[in-house]
Protein backbone atom coordinates (compact mmCIF):
# COMPACT_ATOMS: atom_id res chain seq x y z
CA UNK A 1 0.00 0.00 0.00
CA UNK A 2 1.77 3.37 -1.03
CA UNK A 3 -0.88 5.76 0.02
CA UNK A 4 -0.20 7.17 3.82
CA UNK A 5 -2.85 8.80 5.61
CA UNK A 6 -4.55 9.23 9.00
CA UNK A 7 -7.97 8.76 10.11
CA UNK A 8 -8.56 9.86 13.75
CA UNK A 9 -11.59 8.53 15.47
CA UNK A 10 -12.80 8.53 19.12
CA UNK A 11 -15.48 6.44 20.46
CA UNK A 12 -17.13 5.15 23.20
CA UNK A 13 -18.47 2.15 24.71
CA UNK A 14 -20.75 1.81 28.23
CA UNK A 15 -21.36 -1.37 29.61
CA UNK A 16 -22.88 -2.08 33.23
CA UNK A 17 -21.79 -5.25 34.99
CA UNK A 18 -23.55 -6.71 37.78
CA UNK A 19 -20.39 -6.86 39.55
CA UNK A 20 -18.21 -4.14 42.25
CA UNK A 21 -15.78 -1.97 40.92
CA UNK A 22 -13.15 -3.98 42.77
CA UNK A 23 -14.07 -6.84 41.01
CA UNK A 24 -13.72 -4.76 37.81
CA UNK A 25 -10.89 -3.07 38.31
CA UNK A 26 -9.23 -6.31 39.62
CA UNK A 27 -10.23 -7.71 36.11
CA UNK A 28 -7.90 -5.22 34.28
CA UNK A 29 -4.94 -4.84 36.84
CA UNK A 30 -4.15 -8.79 37.85
CA UNK A 31 -2.55 -10.50 34.43
CA UNK A 32 -4.19 -13.92 35.53
CA UNK A 33 -7.16 -12.71 35.66
CA UNK A 34 -7.34 -10.00 32.36
CA UNK A 35 -5.89 -12.99 30.46
CA UNK A 36 -9.32 -14.62 31.02
CA UNK A 37 -10.94 -12.04 28.98
CA UNK A 38 -7.75 -10.11 27.01
CA UNK A 39 -4.72 -11.86 25.47
CA UNK A 40 -2.36 -13.23 28.32
CA UNK A 41 0.60 -10.61 28.42
CA UNK A 42 4.13 -11.29 27.48
CA UNK A 43 5.05 -8.62 29.85
CA UNK A 44 2.24 -6.73 32.39
CA UNK A 45 3.28 -3.76 34.80
CA UNK A 46 0.11 -2.26 36.23
CA UNK A 47 1.55 1.05 37.39
CA UNK A 48 1.40 4.59 36.16
CA UNK A 49 4.78 4.33 33.78
CA UNK A 50 4.41 0.65 33.54
CA UNK A 51 4.39 -1.22 30.21
CA UNK A 52 1.96 -3.80 29.23
CA UNK A 53 2.57 -6.03 25.75
CA UNK A 54 0.53 -9.36 24.58
CA UNK A 55 0.20 -10.85 21.35
CA UNK A 56 -2.72 -12.96 19.91
CA UNK A 57 -4.93 -12.84 17.60
CA UNK A 58 -7.90 -14.84 15.72
CA UNK A 59 -7.42 -18.39 14.91
CA UNK A 60 -5.37 -18.71 12.02
CA UNK A 61 -5.47 -15.36 11.31
CA UNK A 62 -2.91 -12.81 11.89
CA UNK A 63 -0.98 -11.97 15.31
CA UNK A 64 -1.10 -8.71 16.58
CA UNK A 65 0.86 -6.84 19.03
CA UNK A 66 -0.35 -4.53 21.74
CA UNK A 67 1.79 -2.09 23.53
CA UNK A 68 0.72 -0.13 26.59
CA UNK A 69 1.75 2.60 28.60
CA UNK A 70 -0.20 3.33 31.83
CA UNK A 71 -0.53 7.22 32.20
CA UNK A 72 -3.04 7.59 34.92
CA UNK A 73 -4.65 4.75 37.85
CA UNK A 74 -6.89 5.64 40.29
CA UNK A 75 -7.85 2.24 41.95
CA UNK A 76 -11.84 1.24 41.50
CA UNK A 77 -12.26 4.10 39.60
CA UNK A 78 -9.85 4.86 36.33
CA UNK A 79 -7.48 3.17 34.20
CA UNK A 80 -5.64 5.65 31.09
CA UNK A 81 -2.92 4.04 28.85
CA UNK A 82 -1.58 4.46 25.89
CA UNK A 83 -1.13 2.27 23.38
CA UNK A 84 0.13 0.96 19.67
CA UNK A 85 -1.39 -1.57 17.69
CA UNK A 86 1.35 -3.27 14.99
CA UNK A 87 0.92 -6.42 12.64
CA UNK A 88 3.77 -8.16 10.62
CA UNK A 89 5.69 -5.08 11.84
CA UNK A 90 3.37 -2.21 10.46
CA UNK A 91 2.07 -0.41 12.69
CA UNK A 92 -1.92 -0.13 12.80
CA UNK A 93 -2.55 2.79 15.02
CA UNK A 94 -1.64 4.68 18.04
CA UNK A 95 -3.94 5.55 20.84
CA UNK A 96 -4.91 6.78 24.27
CA UNK A 97 -8.03 4.76 26.00
CA UNK A 98 -9.53 6.26 29.64
CA UNK A 99 -11.60 3.40 31.30
CA UNK A 100 -14.30 4.94 33.87
CA UNK A 101 -15.29 2.77 36.46
CA UNK A 102 -18.52 4.40 38.02
CA UNK A 103 -20.04 2.78 41.25
CA UNK A 104 -23.80 2.45 40.22
CA UNK A 105 -26.63 0.11 42.50
CA UNK A 106 -26.12 -3.68 41.56
CA UNK A 107 -22.64 -2.61 40.04
CA UNK A 108 -20.62 -0.94 37.91
CA UNK A 109 -20.88 1.39 35.02
CA UNK A 110 -17.73 1.31 32.77
CA UNK A 111 -17.23 4.11 30.49
CA UNK A 112 -14.73 3.07 27.80
CA UNK A 113 -13.44 5.86 26.00
CA UNK A 114 -10.74 5.07 22.49
CA UNK A 115 -8.95 8.42 20.63
CA UNK A 116 -6.89 6.98 18.07
CA UNK A 117 -4.52 7.72 14.98
CA UNK A 118 -5.72 5.04 12.64
CA UNK A 119 -3.05 4.29 9.49
CA UNK A 120 -2.82 3.69 5.88
CA UNK A 121 -6.43 2.02 5.96
CA UNK A 122 -5.07 -0.65 8.06
CA UNK A 123 -7.59 -0.52 10.77
CA UNK A 124 -10.20 1.66 10.98
CA UNK A 125 -12.42 3.34 14.27
CA UNK A 126 -15.47 1.55 13.68
CA UNK A 127 -13.32 -2.06 13.37
CA UNK A 128 -11.87 -1.10 16.55
CA UNK A 129 -15.36 -0.01 18.33
CA UNK A 130 -16.21 -3.20 16.95
CA UNK A 131 -13.75 -5.60 18.27
CA UNK A 132 -13.55 -3.58 21.72
CA UNK A 133 -16.98 -4.32 22.34
CA UNK A 134 -16.24 -7.96 21.42
CA UNK A 135 -13.75 -7.54 24.58
CA UNK A 136 -15.98 -5.88 26.90
CA UNK A 137 -18.76 -8.18 26.61
CA UNK A 138 -15.81 -11.11 27.27
CA UNK A 139 -14.79 -9.00 30.22
CA UNK A 140 -18.46 -9.04 31.60
CA UNK A 141 -18.77 -12.57 31.78
CA UNK A 142 -15.27 -12.64 33.42
CA UNK A 143 -16.41 -10.38 36.29
CA UNK A 144 -20.22 -11.46 36.28
CA UNK A 145 -19.27 -15.20 37.24
CA UNK A 146 -20.22 -16.33 33.59
CA UNK A 147 -16.92 -17.48 32.20
Known amino acids: MNERFVKHGT ?35 FQVGGREISSGGPPGGPIFTFDANYQELVPEQRIVYTYTLDSGGVRFSVSITTVELIKVEGGTKLIFTEQGAFFDGHDTPEIREHGTNIILDALGKVVEGED
Do not use: L, N, Q
Open 11 to 45: FVVERTYAASPERVYHAWADPIAKAKWFSKADSFD
